[in-house]
């Protein structure tokens, strides 16, 4: 009994720190996402910008301020190249290092979601484990198959936690 009790807290445990982790990789989505996002603002910016430049162009300072400059044909940009350093570079180098940086960030992502995918995984596993222990000490009739787990609705999520997964509502109070 001894033994089923410490599995049933070892798996409790693990389900735990698989959806912190999952909750971190949701943060870091959705903070590389808003990196992407101005990313793809600025380089759509310099795209709007024509060879010949442009006249009267409004350029946001922050704060819902913007200020009229004119935009020579032969106006570069500054952009950031690292550890706080910003450099002048032609219109057409500064599309292409956003253009790079928005790929690098879109794979990045892709690899934190097939993490979160696998993780994800592995928790609905072994919380249906721990469910199934839980049947067989308790001698209780065993649940459902996961396959009909999956056809019921979610849970509504907590104030807490934004978004729940699928199988993930364990708690160690269970």
Known sequence: MAD???????IARLVEAN?????SLE??????????MDQ???LSALEAIPDEGKRGSMVPLGAGVQIITDIPADAGAVVDIGSG????RTREEA???LATRNKELESLMDRMRSEFDELEAKTIQLATEF???IAAVEGAPQPPPAEAQETTEERPATAKKP???RGTDLTLDD
């Open 4 to 10: 089923a009790r410490e599995d049933l807290q070892r």
């Open 19 to 23: 959806r912190e982790r999952m909750e």
């Open 27 to 36: 943060q870091q989505m959705r903070r590389l996402e808003s990196v992407r």
């Open 40 to 42: 793809m603002s600025a």
């Open 85 to 88: 350093i910003q450099a002048e």
């Open 95 to 97: 599309k292409a290092i």
């Open 131 to 133: 469910n199934e222990k």
């Open 163 to 165: 978004r729940r997964r």
